[in-house]
């Protein structure tokens, strides 16, 4: 079974403080890996994806790095805009089933 | 170009009812999926329709259920409500053909089951 684990469950953080967000996975046949964003009472908004280890995205303040066994996805210098849930979700080859993992709450102070 | 759209947002019931719940994906999407979000579970998938097709399901019980339209438009159903049933249930559509494009989701139907 596809497992999906992100940590640290919560972070916060001072605005201008970089840090790292991560999401190990287990997955038999991994299609891709999604980063989304959660804001209270909306849905998840996608940010990334990546398909192979080595890979890397940026969106400004935000950079997702993929290995074989987890992603990263790293907050250089983050303002309070930047403060919502980040989830972490894979897919395999066969269907368009995401797993998500539990998220990590991100709260960036002024 | 308009995302997914969900229908009602917010749905008050009391157990043993039943529910629809409606979702518009973005145009041109063929794929819409379902999930229920929980506070104690997270995100989790309950079933996928393509070209008015259930093309996967999660492990929900048969409570659940799911159909597409023609125009690609789903509704999801569920019977005899329980109180746990009561969650944020999230629509996503994506192009469809590959499994590895993502999926753009709408703000959710909250759901309290009374």
């Known amino acids: 079974e596809d497992q999906v684990t992100q940590s640290p469950e919560a972070l916060r953080l001072q605005e201008g403080e970089s840090s790292s967000l991560n999401c190990s996975y287990t997955?038999?046949?991994?299609?891709?890996l999604f980063w989304y964003r959660q804001d209270p009472g909306k849905g998840p908004e996608f940010l990334f994806t990546l398909y192979s280890a080595g890979e890397e995205k940026e969106k400004e303040r935000l950079k997702a790095t993929l290995t074989k066994k987890e992603s990263f996805l790293h907050i250089t210098a983050p303002k309070p805009e930047d403060s919502a849930t980040y989830l972490c979700a894979v897919v395999r080859a066969a269907g368009n089933k995401l797993t998500f993992g539990g998220g990590t709450r991100v709260l960036v102070k002024p | 170009k308009a995302g997914v759209t969900q229908t009602p947002r917010y749905l008050i019931k009391t157990r043993g009812q039943q529910v629809t719940l409606s979702c518009s994906p973005i145009s041109g999407h063929r794929s819409v999926s379902w999930y229920q979000q929980t506070p104690g579970q997270g995100l989790q998938f309950l079933f996928e329709?393509?070209?008015?097709?259930?093309?996967n399901k999660g492990n929900f019980p048969g409570r659940f259920s799911g159909r597409q339209f023609s125009n690609s438009r789903s509704e999801m159903n569920v019977s005899t409500l329980e109180l746990g049933d009561s969650a944020l249930y999230l629509c996503?559509?994506?192009?469809?053909?590959?499994?590895?494009?993502?999926?753009?989701f709408g703000d959710g139907t909250r759901l309290s089951i009374l």
């Open positions: 996503a559509s994506s192009l469809g053909g590959d499994s590895n494009q993502p999926q753009h």
């Open positions: 997955v038999s046949g991994l299609r891709g």
């Open positions: 329709y393509f070209s008015e097709t259930q093309r």
